[in-house]
Nanobody
């Protein structure tokens, strides 16, 4: 089994900062891309940022310059540092990881965490 556990979501004032984390555990041989998505009430889930195994990052236009994604491969953990938060950043933030579980199989699958609530007050 593989589990992704997010943490760090909380209520923060507009203009503030917050860091959320996501740790993967279980039977893992290699983690390929890792990413953060978010879903606000009434909206579809959207990509916030992702990072591949070489550290190449990609961001949604709405968060460029404010959010930074990083990963610690030794800890199987991905982080999202969020600065200059806005009320429109309010959402449940979900972690996603593409994981190869076994060395003898190139098969990799996407796994999701259960989400962490980030609320930005105006």
């Amino acid at each position: 089994q593989v589990q992704l556990a997010e943490s760090g979501g909380e209520l923060v004032q507009a203009g503030g900062s917050l860091r959320v984390s996501c740790a993967a555990s279980g039977t893992i041989f290699r983690i390929n891309a890792m990413g953060w998505y978010r879903q606000a009430p009434g909206n579809e889930r959207e990509l916030v940022a992702d990072i591949n195994s070489r550290g190449i990052t990609n961001y949604a236009d709405s968060v460029k310059g404010r959010f930074t994604i990083s990963r610690d491969n030794a800890k199987n953990t991905v982080y999202l540092q969020m600065n200059s938060l806005k009320p429109e950043d309010t959402a449940v933030y979900y972690c996603n990881a593409n994981i190869q579980r076994y060395s003898y199989s190139y098969s990799a699958h996407n796994y999701w965490g259960q989400g962490t609530q980030v609320t930005v007050s105006s």
